[in-house]
């Protein structure tokens, strides 16, 4: 039997004639809401706009039914969470940031080769040739760096308010593997733009990649990591595809357990609200209840707005990504340190165990037993990561009231207090000291921007004021119209005099124009050397001059000068 | 006075607002902050190649590109007057080409653009990809860097007149002045061509320190050795001849030639020095030479 139409396709005239043509716009337009919608017809959606109560049955929880993105989201939520306190929005924010990350970063992709040949000319190009290049970029260093912050505080606010508690057990511990794929993303997009800042930080982090035990091993790991025993070509290819493929897939399939558990056991409540060893996230009593849409959507929104205008706004007028000097692997910048969220690592690895072993005076452990990098760089965090996965498993206390937990708040705040220590014995400031003289020579002209010093107070000179000529800082007869260069030579003059490595201490300023536009800036520091507090004599019983040299070029245009 | 919907909802459109404000003065401003970064990042290429400059080049090209005797011809302004040179003859690529495929290979024999000139070396190749130490990015710095001097424009070189000694042994010399010919050796005063003797880019007065061509320690008395020695084929009669000789003509007897020779037969010191000095000159280097027993 052939298949017919049980009547005629009404015709658009038909309708006409029929609704009239009012009607019919309405009709049409009304369908096409409710199904972009996933369920809710235009009549309703005006409600929402005017705030009218949904009516019985309520069409606003169809979306939730029938739609894809939203039905991983609960149609309504308690009350008691839907303010600042205690979510902070933490999690909602570090998902926006995900997203906002993976957009400037296909942006950014479009105009990368990841070879060491040409990765920094696409930075530059990035930025001199790409409009909207620099902004794009800011915004995805800027977000990357609020991503890492959003999740380690999202992980501090669950454990505070005990969250994590039996039935979130699980959802902790998935938590916990979005934290470390978020440090590794961060870290892993850190080694892209091959300058001198991301080679060296990259090369302190994945030092310790070596140091697995045993040592076979450990070769093999460094190996797979960087693809060669140092990073170049081969490296920089395995950490952008870990950087734009593997972890992001990885993040985002975790991310989806995460939050399906997330929504399974309910959004937990604020400690107080519920008795000791009660969990009443999914019995919200029906006059507690706020409906995801139109309430919880629009504080979404408005959290997602805020977001994306702190970003931009952020990136525009007060936050530029850093781009140093290309990456250079035959010349270690002075004081090198790993990302700011793996300083604590690297202040493991100075073993503040050794060091306390040398202030008590005792004597270190033989190497073959006690391998510092092995235990401080491998052993140390592999334990602490394993502990923070299975710590709800090991927590028997019941109750998520602040009062009962006194011990878990104070080892809480240990353990920040303990990051926070370590976070600075990894900084240059802790245990990291050359001779005098190379750090005179760091603090006023580093031959890369430094961490503690930054550009150095050489570069803070305008060019105009690089009066060529000779200063001595024993005698300074700095040109009158240069007031920064003379503040910047007293400043070199007080720090070598205040020295007490560099005796009789001084220093000669030579400023020479080399081109037109371009000068060479000189300082050679003279010290006396002494051995045990004595001036070391020659044969003729002169004392020993020792000598210290090195020199930059400015240039006009190159944004030294405080422009 | 608004519910709290209401005023979430004013709050984002703000704020949307400033983002939407944001992005078009940026938009707006885009090309000159491009325009700025890239003089900018000029700049600092320019500085970079000024320290590798520094680090490599200035040996042998002077600190300010003035060129070294001997070792390395001028790059201000002589790199420009031979790119006008070469471009005159037909080469077709550019100045910035020219320079960094010089740095980047080298040369393959000694520079000779000047026929007054002579060089020890050739110019090595810079390039890793030619077997040197310096990076693609690096090789740019330093173009960059070579390229600024031509924002001062060519100075014009001055050519005095003076008569060559040449390669003529014949010609009688003055007596010999050994306090000038140190100064000449020293580069402290040039020679009657305006260029400053090269002597020392090549030979130590250190015993035993063998530079590109031997040391000129005890030159005095070993010249008075050399004549006598069996395998000598030369036409020098006395110390000072055998010196003369080597000057003029490095070609007639080689020492060691594994060791000084370029090719069969032909040294490695320039066969054209005399083209620079005068016969004072010459006379006033032998008398220094002499100097040294």
Known sequence: ?563 | MFDLATRRIIGATVLMLATVITIGMVWLTEEQRMARFEAMHKAKAIENGALLYEQYCATCHGPEGEGVPGKGPSLNPGVFQHYEQLKAQGYANSLRNFIKLTIAAGRPIRSTYRSEEVYAEAMPAWSQDFGGPMRPDEIENLVEFILNWQAAGPAPAPTPSFTAVGSDLTQPLPPGDPKRGEALWNQEVKQASGIAASCKACHSLKPGEALVGPSMAGIATLAAERIRAPDYKGQAKTPEEYIRESIQQPNAYIVEPDKYAAAPGVSKMPATLGNQMSAQDLADLIAFLMTLK
């Open chain 1, 1 to 563: 039997m052939a298949l017919r139409w049980p009547e005629p396709i009404p015709t658009l005239q038909k309708e006409v004639r029929q609704y009239g043509w009012r009607r019919v716009i309405f009709m049409h337009l009304d369908e096409l809401v409710t199904r972009v919608t996933a369920g809710i017809p235009l009549t309703e959606v005006r409600n929402i706009i005017r705030g009218e109560p949904p009516p019985r049955p309520n069409p606003r929880v169809k979306p939730h039914t029938e739609g894809f993105i939203l039905h991983i989201k609960p149609s309504f939520y308690h009350e008691a969470v839907t303010r600042l306190y205690p979510t902070f929005r933490l999690g909602l924010l570090s998902f926006y940031l995900f997203l906002i990350e993976t957009i400037t970063g296909i942006f950014l992709m479009i105009f990368y080769t990841p070879s060491p040949l040409v990765a920094y000319e696409n930075m530059l190009r990035i930025l001199n040739n790409v409009p909207f290049g620099q902004l794009m970029r800011d915004i995805h260093r800027l977000g990357a760096e609020a991503m890492v912050v959003a999740v380690m505080l999202h992980m501090l606010r669950t454990f505070f308010t005990a969250s994590y508690k039996r039935p979130r057990q699980f959802t902790w511990a998935t938590g916990v593997l979005l934290l470390v794929f978020t440090l590794f993303l961060s870290f892993s997009g850190y080694l892209l733009p091959w300058d001198q800042l991301s080679y060296w930080a990259v090369t302190i982090g994945t030092s310790m990649a070596e140091a697995t035990p045993p040592p076979a091993l450990g070769r093999i790991v460094n190996l797979i990591l960087r693809g060669a025993p140092d990073i170049g070509a081969a490296g920089l290819l395995r950490f952008y595809l870990l950087h734009v493929i593997f972890l992001p897939l990885l993040l985002f399939f975790v991310f989806f357990v995460h939050y399906y558990k997330v929504v399974r056991h309910g959004l937990s409540l604020p400690p107080e609200m519920e008795a000791v060893g009660d969990d009443t996230a999914r019995k919200v009593p029906p006059e507690k209840r706020v409906p995801y849409i139109p309430d919880i959507a629009i504080q979404e929104a408005l959290w997602g707005i805020a977001l994306i205008a702190f970003l931009v706004i952020g990136s525009a007028f007060f936050f530029d990504a850093p781009l140093e000097q290309h990456a250079d692997p035959l010349n270690t910048p002075l004081h090198t340190t790993a990302p700011w969220y793996f300083l604590w690592l690297q202040g493991l690895l100075k073993d503040p165990f050794l060091l306390a072993l040398d202030r008590l005076g005792l004597p270190r452990p033989p190497a073959t037993i006690y391998n510092s990098k092995t235990f401080m760089g491998v052993i140390l965090p592999g334990l602490i990561l394993l502990f923070l996965l299975i710590m709800p498993y090991l927590d028997f206390n019941i109750s998520r009231r602040y009062r009962d937990r006194r011990k878990a708040l104070v080892a809480g705040l240990v353990g920040v207090a303990a990051w926070t220590v370590l976070t600075y014995m990894g900084t240059p400031a802790f245990a990291v000291t050359s001779s005098a003289d190379v750090e005179v020579l760091q603090e006023f002209m580093p031959l890369n921007p430094d961490p503690l010093y930054g550009e150095g107070r050489v570069r803070t000179i305008p060019y105009e004021q690089l009066v060529p000529g000779t200063y001595d800082t024993r005698n300074l007869q700095p040109p009158a119209d240069a007031p920064k260069l003379a503040h910047v030579l007293e400043e070199l003059k007080h720090r070598i005099e205040g020295d007490p490595h560099l005796p009789q201490g001084y220093a000669l300023v030579r400023i020479r124009e080399v081109q037109p536009g371009l000068k060479r800036f000189e300082i050679a520091i003279y010290w006396t050397k002494t051995k045990n507090g004595q001036p070391v004599l020659d044969p003729e019983g002169k004392p020993v001059i020792e000598e210290s040299k090195r020199a930059i070029y400015l240039h006009r245009d190159s944004g030294h000068g405080g422009e």
